[in-house]
């Protein structure tokens, strides 16, 4: 089937610091959506992006639509504890109408 | 709040077992749909609904069954569970009205089979 890629699988973040992580497809969307799931909870929607190119920001967080239409990035800019969780992307095919998920990219915390 | 709710939120059962999933909704939501999420792995899609009298599978339905009773409650159920459905599971909605595709998920059932 269609799949999503995302990456990195898994990051340590800093507290203050900046964080990126991206998902990419061979196949064209119109629309990417960006969750966050902490433990033992379901998945909370953060950014939804629904035009190539656009850029959106909820508070600390910022995501972009890839001008290509295959990928997506999402930004977490000074980072905090509380952002430690699991970010999913997850995107409709231009000739879908359900959404496929990437596998997650884990934020934890730098010892 | 308008909200997605799951019982139960725990589980566990045996090999052979029936087991029955629901999911409830206040949002006024037309779709519900049903996922599975494993260790490591994203949310896969197990079947979904449009409507009341709509039912579609999804990616991976074998082994599952769902039943529409109204347009706010989709249950999902496992026929004969076995170990490799030990897995959590979410329900989600979202309005075909809006004409967006945002997807809002219930809590979870964490279902375990020994």
Known sequence: GQQLNQSPQSMFIQEGEDVSMNCTSSSIFNTWLWYKQDPGEGPVLLIALYKAGELTSNGRLTAQFGITRKDSFLNISASIPSDVGIYFCAGLFAAGNKLTFGGGTRVLVKP | ?114
Request: charged share 25%.
């Open chain 2, 1 to 114: 709040d308008a909200d997605v709710t799951q019982t139960p939120r725990n589980r566990i059962t045996k090999t052979g077992k029936r087991i029955m999933l629901e999911c409830s909704q206040t949002k006024g939501h037309d779709r519900m749909y049903w996922y599975r999420q494993d260790p490591g792995l994203g949310l896969r899609l197990i079947y979904y609904s449009f409507d009341v009298k709509d039912i579609n599978k999804g990616e991976i339905s074998d082994g599952y069954s769902v039943s529409r009773q109204a347009q706010a409650k989709f249950s999902l159920s496992l026929e004969s569970a076995i170990p490799n459905q030990t897995a959590l599971y979410f329900c989600a909605t979202s309005d075909s009205g809006t004409g967006r595709n945002e997807q809002f998920f219930g809590p979870g059932t964490r279902l375990t089979v020994l």
